[in-house]
């Protein structure tokens, strides 16, 4: 699976938008681009996913750039409750696990 | 539609013990996947098991962890002869069948395992 990279940690004021980069220069044409995150020790909780095309469903947008190399992660007005680990995987659709990096801290402030 | 159920959620063992944490997956949902978490770091895949099989092992610590998945009941992690450093949350998560699935994980909220 292509390896991501992410900035550790972001701040975002509460309201507005939290927009959460992920780079990944070596997806091949089969992978896709998942985004998890992690509140506070819970179990990881699935945001969205795609291929090449954006995708927006009701938590959140996903902006993939037209080379794939990079993408973006966009909570369109962040909540404290959003606060969390944010992590950008890519893998093939139907790849047998998800290997999660350090991802990205997302502090929401108010 | 229940989610994915893990117990205990807490679990303290003494070094040596055996711990077994176990793992309803979502109704209809026939692939398993339990993940490491040690404090303070990220999550480290272990397993993946379909009913009665495991498919890929290659994050299990060589000796004294073990996963089932049989075609009846929970799946089961099991760690023999703890250490202290086994010490950590382990989340199991399920997904339905490869050809439905989205690539969608489904994640419980975590055993967490205290060795003294």
């Known amino acids: 699976d292509a390896k991501t990279t992410q900035p550790t940690s972001m701040d975002c004021a509460e309201g507005r938008a939290a927009n959460l980069p992920c780079n990944h220069s070596t997806i091949s044409g089969n992978e896709y681009v998942y985004w998890y995150r992690q509140i506070h020790s819970q179990g990881p909780q699935y945001i969205i996913h795609g291929l090449k095309n954006n995708e927006t469903n009701e938590m959140a947008s996903l902006i993939i750039t037209e080379d794939r190399k990079s993408s973006t992660l966009i909570l369109p007005h962040a909540t404290l409750r959003d606060t969390a680990v944010y992590y950008c995987i890519v893998r093939p659709l139907y790849g047998n696990k998800l290997v999660f990096g350090a991802g990205t801290i997302l502090r929401v402030k108010s | 539609n229940a989610g994915v159920m893990q117990n205990p959620r807490h679990l303290v063992r003494r070094r040596g013990q055996e711990a077994r944490l176990r793992c309803s997956p979502m109704?209809?949902?026939?692939?398993v996947y339990w993940y490491r978490q040690l404090p303070e770091e990220g999550l480290k895949f272990m397993v993946y098991l379909q009913k009665e099989n495991i498919i890929d092992e290659s994050g299990m610590p060589k000796e004294r962890f073990s996963a089932e998945f049989p075609k009846e009941g929970p799946s089961i992690l099991r760690i023999q002869q703890v250490v202290r450093g086994d010490s950590a949350a382990y989340f199991c998560?399920?997904?339905?069948?490869?050809?439905?699935?989205?690539?969608?994980?489904?994640f419980g909220e975590g055993s967490r395992l205290t060795v003294l």
């Open positions: 109704k209809g949902h026939s692939h």
């Open positions: 998560a399920s997904s339905p069948e490869t050809g439905r699935n989205t690539g969608e994980l489904f």
